[in-house]
């Protein structure tokens, strides 16, 4: 067996050959393609010795077929469909046999001038499509079902690359993984227009005084890591004028969700006025709230507020405050 040195100095000009599509015959159980196969030229005569002057694979040899590799050209003498290893390949260079060739970026077979090793000596007056492999060999010299290949076409007494069938894929996979880090991220509340809510003066409603209006918007914004969750409450002090006051308890609303960017938002149950039971907003009462795991984004709440006092309260400009609190 002749023995040959991986040649240092590559040739200026290359050209390159996608692996192709099905081949020729069908390849050995469980054999993959590893991947293509650089020459040194794209044509030539099939009767030159060498048949290139250097062939080259994209990537190194499996590491249970390290200690040798081959440029071989495969033919289905049989016809079967497949490829026998050992009877089918037929090599068109020196066989390389210093081993260590997965630890190597690719692997180059060069030719020997005046070689006997010609594509008509190996394919004995074929012609057609063939294919061209670079063969990766054990310490037992056995053949690995996995190759790196590409196609030539032989016409006449010239050969060229198959330059016209699709690339076959090949596959490979990346582990991709990144670490998030805790950040505190924000719980705010901002209460929009300049926080003042004016009740139209109250109307005889039966035996009662009543008024109703809007609360000014309230927007809850949570960027906490984890979404753990809010809840804005609120609580209304009495009503005041001077010597004069009435409760808060006869403050009531209709809490809603305006708008919301986060999932889980769900408004607060509706407080009916403390008139005649009940003790309406003078008690803390949910304007809206999200439950553990949502809630994060920013959500407008509103309500509309009823306010019902007896109707034989003093005359004056009452003034109570409405405390929002979002925990």
């Known amino acids: 067996m002749h023995m040959s040195k991986r040649a240092l100095a590559l040739a200026a000009t290359s ?4 692996v192709v599509g099905a081949g020729l015959a069908a390849a050995p159980a469980n054999a993959a393609v590893l991947g293509d196969v650089t020459f040194s030229a794209s044509s030539g005569s099939i009767n030159d010795g060498p048949f290139l002057e250097w062939a080259r694979s994209s990537g190194p040899c499996p590491t249970a077929f390290s200690q040798g590799a081959s440029l071989d050209v495969v033919i289905d003498v049989n016809g079967n469909g497949s490829i026998d290893l050992e009877n089918e390949r037929f090599s068109l260079g020196p066989t390389l046999n210093e081993g260590g060739y997965d630890t190597v970026p690719f692997i180059q077979v060069n030719g020997i001038a005046g070689t006997a090793r010609t594509l008509e000596t190996r394919l004995q007056g ?4 063939f294919e061209i492999r670079i063969s990766c060999l ?7 079902p996995d190759y790196y290949r590409t196609e030539i076409i032989v016409e006449g007494d010239t050969w060229r690359l ?4 699709d690339p076959e894929p090949v596959e490979g ?3 991709i993984t990144t670490t ?7 719980l705010t509340m901002t209460i929009g227009d300049d926080a003042q809510v004016t009740l139209p003066a109250p109307q005889l ?5 009543s008024s109703e209006g809007d609360l000014d918007p309230v927007t809850v914004s949570d960027t906490r890591a984890g979404a753990p969750g809010w809840d804005t409450t609120a609580q209304v002090s009495e009503f005041s004028t001077g010597s004069a006051a009435f409760e ?5 609303w209709t809490p809603a969700v305006v708008s919301s960017t986060a999932t889980g938002v769900v408004a607060g149950a509706t407080v009916a006025p403390g008139f005649s039971e009940g003790t309406g907003l003078s008690e803390p009462r949910q304007l809206a709230g999200a439950p553990a795991g949502s809630g994060t984004g920013s959500s407008q709440l509103g309500a509309g507020l009823s306010l019902e006092i007896p109707s034989d309260t003093a005359a004056g400009t009452y003034t109570a405050t409405l405390t929002l609190t979002t925990i």
Do not use: A, I, P
Request: glycine fraction near 18%; proline fraction near 0%.
């Open 248 to 252: 808060g308890k006869y403050l009531g």
């Open 162 to 165: 198959n330059e016209d069938v």
């Open 205 to 209: 409603d039966g035996d009662r005084l």
């Open 15 to 18: 050209v390159v050959v996608g």
């Open 126 to 129: 074929r012609k057609g499509t």
């Open 138 to 144: 054990s310490e037992q010299f056995t053949t690995s």
């Open 180 to 186: 998030v880090e805790q950040g505190e991220g924000q």
């Open 173 to 175: 996979t990346q582990e």
